[in-house]
């Protein structure tokens, strides 16, 4: 755990990190993935300004490592603050900080040793306290915006907040299978991935039975020229058939390296990897996790880090349209009963 120098920091985007209860969700989200957890389990109270509980059995922090991690720019992630080798969802040193500016804020977290630390901020007051829990780490988040009558009040309605939530957990559901991620709403089971690795599983838990057979995966690796090296671009996913349309492009989800991201270049990829299979103004429901060198990966352009910058970003859209039209020719596409998803 070291602080970041001034230049780093000031190179790093600006941005407001918390602007809704989805974002503490999906900082407190990938904070569990850098650390590497199998599992991961988000609960939810409310529109999520009430409470957010996400905890995991990742590496876990020491007590020194806790206390420091919700001071703001620190972080364990940035190898000599080099800006170019980002390999981590994380990398600004903000978001706890962040958030423990705007809610009530409590971290236990345990990296293995026999007792656990609990570091608990409220207002300027932080205290920390040795805890019992295993491995892994817990966050929980109350009052968000409890001093911030403006912000509060920007919210939309507590269904369509906690709607924010559970389609951004269910895409990292989707795009990563290899992690067991559970969400649960006013203590009702929402989903729960089961972290088998398959797309196939992680698509069951999501969008259920019925509409999971209606469905294919895509496992595939191309190799993209980027400026004069060649880049290995891995690509896999769910694709469901074409029976199974959408009038909004929002079912489509992509991910580089593990992050999901918005890059509507490689939605469209999508869609035309459907091609002629699709009505017009129908859109697929597809999730595609792609992998690429992190040097062919700019993360740091949106202060959200949803949106990434490609190099190459033409030919990358060109595998990804090759890979699902592939997919899909190969696949038994029985036409069937459009399916709700
Ligand atoms: P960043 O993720 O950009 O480093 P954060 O404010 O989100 O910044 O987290 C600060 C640091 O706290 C991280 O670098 C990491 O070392 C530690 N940390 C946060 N959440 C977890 C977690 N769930 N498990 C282990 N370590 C964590
Ligand atoms: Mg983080």
Known sequence: MRRLDRETVDRIAAGEVVTRPARVVEELVENALDA???????????????????????????????????????????????????????FRGEALASIADVARLTLTTNDGGPRATSVRVDADDVTVDSAGRGRGTTVEVRDLFHNRPA??????????????????LAAYALLRPEVALSLAHDGRRIFATPGSGAFADAALAVYGREAARESTTLDATATVSVGDDDAAVGLRGVLAYPSVTRASADHVRVAVNGRPVSVPALRRAVDRGYGSLLPGDRHPVAALALSLPPWAVDPNVHPTKERVALRAADAVADAVEDAVADALSTADLRRSADVAM
């Open 36 to 90: 590497g957890a199998a599992r991961i389990d988000v609960e939810v109270d409310g529109d999520g300004t009430e409470r957010i509980r996400v905890a995991d059995d990742g590496r876990g922090m020491s007590a020194e490592a806790a206390a420091m991690a919700v001071e703001r720019h620190t972080t364990s992630k940035l190898p000599d603050g080099d800006l170019t080798a980002v390999e981590t969802l994380g």
């Open 151 to 168: 912000r509060a009040e920007s919210l939309a309605a507590p269904a369509t907040e906690f709607e924010r939530i559970s389609d951004r």
